[in-house]
């Protein structure tokens, strides 16, 4: 499955999913992959709701998942969770997750922005979203993460490591680097400190 997961930049991905086509958080894409049968929004903040984004990717049976921030925002349908509530969707199960902070002011718990856990073919994909360590990640079981390390509005590499070193994943993939904050040297660092196989792919 890791050769499927493709990084977009940021904190976007687009999962090439043998019977969906899934994209997370697309933001300044530079390459479309397959029009979206999936597109999943963290939180409506600008780099990771871009309606221009969700534009190019959509066709008219694409399904967006978000959480209750997105309401109104979309003329496409969206379906909106909470963290904790599960759908099924083209054979694929999604989780939404808790993610926020816990010493910042960016990303509220009481605003509910997401996580997501996707399950594909009993393989659990865990997208972060913008969060810190948080209590319920002790909860978490996932075979891949995709988790911020580039600090400043989320988890910077140390606690990045340590979050991962908690929930213990088999691969872990570093993401919210490289643009707006971090750079290469936050994902080696949180390379170093993970005891799992750490993947820091390049941007698409």
């Not at 930049?9 to 999913?17: E, M, Q, S, V, Y």
């Not at 926020?100 to 659990?124: A, Q, S, W």
């Not at 209590?135 to 600090?151: Q, S, Y």
């Amino acid at each position: 499955m890791l050769d499927k997961i493709h990084w977009l930049g940021h904190a976007g991905f687009f999962i090439d999913a043998p019977l969906s086509k899934i994209y997370i958080d697309p933001y300044k894409l530079k390459k479309t992959f397959s029009p979206a049968d999936i597109i999943l929004i963290t939180h409506d903040h600008f780099d990771h709701f871009s309606p221009e984004d969700i534009k190019k990717i959509s066709k008219p049976d694409t399904v967006i998942v978000g959480p209750h921030s997105l309401r109104g925002k979309l003329k496409h349908p969206t379906r909106l969770i909470k963290p904790g509530e599960k759908i099924n969707l083209k054979v694929i199960d999604i989780e939404g997750f808790f993610s926020y902070n816990t010493d910042k002011n960016f990303h509220p718990k009481k605003n509910g922005y997401l996580g997501f856990v996707v399950n594909i073919e009993n393989m659990r994909i865990y997208h972060a979203g913008d969060t810190d360590f948080i209590p319920e990640m002790k909860e978490l079981k996932a075979d891949i993460a995709l988790v911020p390390v580039g600090g400043t509005y989320t988890m910077n590499a140390k606690e990045a490591s340590a979050a991962v070193n908690l929930f213990n994943p088999q691969i872990a993939i570093p993401m919210h680097w490289g643009s707006i904050v971090g750079s290469r040297v936050d994902a080696e660092e949180f390379k170093k400190l993970c005891k799992c196989e750490v993947k820091i792919i390049g941007e698409e």
